[in-house]
């Protein structure tokens, strides 16, 4: 009997849309009522994110590790999901994307980390939510896939291991087993899943469920749908939960501050002096002279300062690289070869450099949340990853050496003028003797002076090469470091503006906030007794609307 095969729906998709809109949708009326068209905002990005809910998935590897029938084979198990082949030769360049939950992009396979299809992989992953990392069953990692692997990693920090073809390897499990042992040495903690899309599609046509299960592809499937798609709808909801608890705060403080006035109309002057008070302290936060304004200044200083050293230090290290290569022997041969290598290099320090400004962004944010927090108590804004091939898309390609248009021919004409002026000479000497011009003797010693005007010209027509060639790579390093440096610190500036603009607005909002506040207090405490009761309890019974809103939207990470 065979066993039961297992599909799986994007776990965005099988979730009801509408169990996290719902609470924002009826946030959003109570807002309305309220004027508060600034939150209004704040409710209507949230519903953005709960509505769009792609995932994008990047497939990559070595050349020959089946990354193409796996995504097909991975594909066929998620409905909603769908395939896209990523470009192979324009670094950076997004691929169509169709309508699907979850897109799985299947890239071309890479040669190491210094190859160009490497630059152009390690360029998509700024924007992927996961990778799927392949390697087949027939060997263990080896150093330029955990090199590759580690980037990768830098990059995205979703990385999950696939071992495929292992239908065609027995010792399978062995691999695997090295494999981790590979990832624990290298720090890297990511999970190892074997499949096999043949046996899988074996399976299917033949309707058996345990050849099928046999395949692995129902874990990874499994694995993709709990752990990766799943994960994204945890972060998610977490995020729809975030706003409806700051929206709701928001709401709640002039509700609390009219309903304080109302049950003690005695204490009605101190209580509207409270809330001025806090009015006082929301508009402090305004100011640019506010605690959480000095730090992201500060830090945003010192941050240009590192990133900006840091770019030089790599570019200067591959400068040597670079030249040691050169000096090693005559670069025009083999120009096209160390072009490539060279470019390779730099979108690797590039690449790494980025890395470096957004994590430097991120925990600069986290500081700046941690100071406002000391306030309001604000989440940290999500900011995205800066892509490094548009840096790099107005550098210059390396310069061609203008002496390695010198060929063979320019040398023997100089050895000819070499060889012609020994025989001269020593002819002359040796016709003294009553020899004549052409002689052995002058023969010979014009073939010597030949040979040795033949082989110092090389040599200075390499040397010339040589420091031609380092000139070509000092200029290109000029060209990166200003083409990189400007697109770095434009994108860190607009990281500061990003992070000013976000925490000014939560400023204007708890500032809007408290002047609510203070003008409740102010009508509660003049009101009459006689309409007391009655506003109590409808004050009172928007309180409660938002504490069972909270209630609500908690439970959605409760699931």
């Known amino acids: 009997m065979p066993a039961t095969t297992h599909t799986h729906t994007s776990a965005k998709a099988a979730t009801p849309t509408a169990t996290m809109t719902d609470p924002l949708d009826h946030l959003r009326r109570l807002t309305d009522a309220a004027g508060r068209t600034d939150l209004s905002y704040r409710l209507d990005q949230a519903r953005v994110r709960v509505t769009d809910p792609r995932l994008r998935i990047v497939v990559t590897g070595e050349t020959g590790q089946g990354m ?31 309508e699907a939950n979850v897109l799985f992009v299947d890239t071309p396979g890479v040669a190491g980390l210094e190859s160009t299809a490497a ?7 700024a924007s992927a939510d996961a990778v799927l990392f392949v390697s087949d069953a027939s060997q263990e990692y080896t150093e330029p896939e955990l090199a590759y692997l580690a980037r990768v990693r830098e990059l995205c920090p979703t990385v999950v291991g696939v071992i495929t073809k292992i239908d065609q390897y027995h010792r399978w499990a062995d691999i695997q087993r090295a494999n981790r042992v590979h990832l624990s040495r290298a720090g890297l903690d990511i999970p190892l899943l074997p499949v096999s899309a043949v046996l899988h599609q074996t399976g299917r046509q033949l309707g058996d469920g345990a050849l099928a299960v046999e395949s692995g592809v129902p874990q990874l499937t499994e694995f993709l749908a709990d752990r990766v798609i799943g994960g994204a709808d945890t972060v998610l909801r977490t995020s729809v939960v975030n706003d409806v608890r700051i929206v709701s705060d928001q709401l709640a403080m002039a509700l609390n501050a009219e309903l304080d006035v109302l049950n003690d109309p ?12 806090a009015r006082r302290a929301a508009d402090r936060l305004r100011e640019q002279t506010a605690n959480w304004q000095l730090v992201l200044g500060d830090g945003m200083t010192e941050l240009v300062v590192d990133v900006d050293h840091d770019l030089r230090h790599r570019l200067r290290t591959l400068v040597r690289e670079a030249e040691a290569d050169i000096a090693a022997s005559d670069p025009a041969p083999r120009w ?84 012609y002026g020994g025989v001269l000479m020593v002819g002359v000497a040796t016709s003294v003797a009553g020899l004549a011009l052409l002689n052995p003797w002058s023969i010979g ?37 200003f083409q990189v440096g400007k697109e770095s610190k434009f994108r860190l500036r607009e990281v500061q503006r990003h992070l000013r603009d976000h925490f000014s607005a939560v400023a204007t909002e708890l500032l809007r906030s408290a002047d609510d506040a203070v003008h409740a207090a102010q009508v509660a405490n003049q009101a009459h007794a006689n309409r007391r009761d009655a506003r109590l309890a409808e004050v009172s019974g928007g309180l409660s609307e938002l504490r069972q809103l909270r209630v609500q939207a908690a439970g959605l990470v409760r699931r």
């Open 68 to 98: 193409t029938e796996l995504v097909n084979t991975v594909v066929g198990e998620f409905p909603g999901a769908a395939a896209v082949a990523a470009p192979a030769t324009v670094p950076g360049a997004a691929p169509e994307l169709p």
């Open 119 to 125: 630059s152009a992989v390690l360029a998509l992953l």
């Open 266 to 277: 005695s204490r009605g002057a101190e209580l509207v002096a409270r809330a001025q008070q």
């Open 336 to 419: 096209e070869t160390f072009s490539d290598w060279l470019d390779a290099r730099v979108t690797d320090a590039v690449q790494a450099n980025f890395v470096l400004a957004h994590t430097g962004s991120v925990q600069l944010a986290e500081r700046v949340a941690a100071r406002f927090a000391e306030e309001s108590g604000r989440v940290v804004p999500e900011l995205r990853r800066g892509d490094p091939t548009f840096a790099l898309s107005s550098v210059r390609s390396l310069e061609e050496l203008e002496s390695r248009k010198a060929g063979i021919l320019q040398r023997v004409i100089s050895s000819l003028r070499g060889s």
């Open 445 to 481: 010693a014009g073939v010597l002076l030949g040979a040795n005007t033949f082989w110092e010209d090389r040599k200075a027509h390499t040397a010339r090469r040589q420091a031609e060639a380092k000139v070509a790579v000092a200029r290109l390093m000029d060209d990166v470091v």
